[in-house]
């Protein structure tokens, strides 16, 4: 069992920059993929990108946010990261960190599926 906790969201003004934290604990060297997803107020649940930790690190970014956030890992299997640049009034949502098994080409949490594990996230609210 895997436990997750995001941190580093709050308010950041459009155009400026925020890094979220997430944290892994408990059975860390089962974990072979980390991502982000987000959530939100009245809408779907939106993948944003992934990491292979286990592997060699490759990142996969859901298309239309290619290129303002980064996604970065730790080399413990421990603390993912999401750099978060230029964030717009959209990007306001709760996002949460997973992890996943292995996958073929592309990343399940685009699409959010086949989580194994999510925390509960933390809030992140884009307002000038």
């Known amino acids: 069992q895997v436990q997750l906790v995001e941190s580093g969201g709050g308010l950041v003004q459009p155009g400026g920059s925020l890094r979220l934290s997430c944290v892994a604990s408990?059975?860390?060297?089962?974990?072979?993929?980390m991502g982000w997803y987000r959530q939100a107020p009245g809408k779907e649940r939106e993948g944003v990108s992934c990491?292979?930790?286990?592997?060699?690190?490759?990142?996969y970014y859901q298309d239309s946010l290619q290129g303002r956030f980064t996604v970065s890992s730790d080399n413990f299997r421990n603390t993912v990261y999401l750099q978060m640049h230029s964030p717009k009034p959209d990007d306001t949502a709760v996002y949460h960190c997973?992890?996943?098994?292995?996958?073929?080409?592309?990343?399940?949490?685009?699409?959010?599926?086949?989580?194994?594990?999510w925390g509960p996230g933390t809030a992140v609210t884009v307002s000038s």
């Open positions: 997973a992890t996943l098994p292995r996958f073929g080409s592309r990343c399940p949490i685009l699409d959010v599926m086949n989580l194994e594990n």
């Open positions: 990491i292979s930790v286990a592997d060699d690190g490759s990142t």
């Open positions: 408990g059975s860390i060297f089962s974990i072979n993929v």
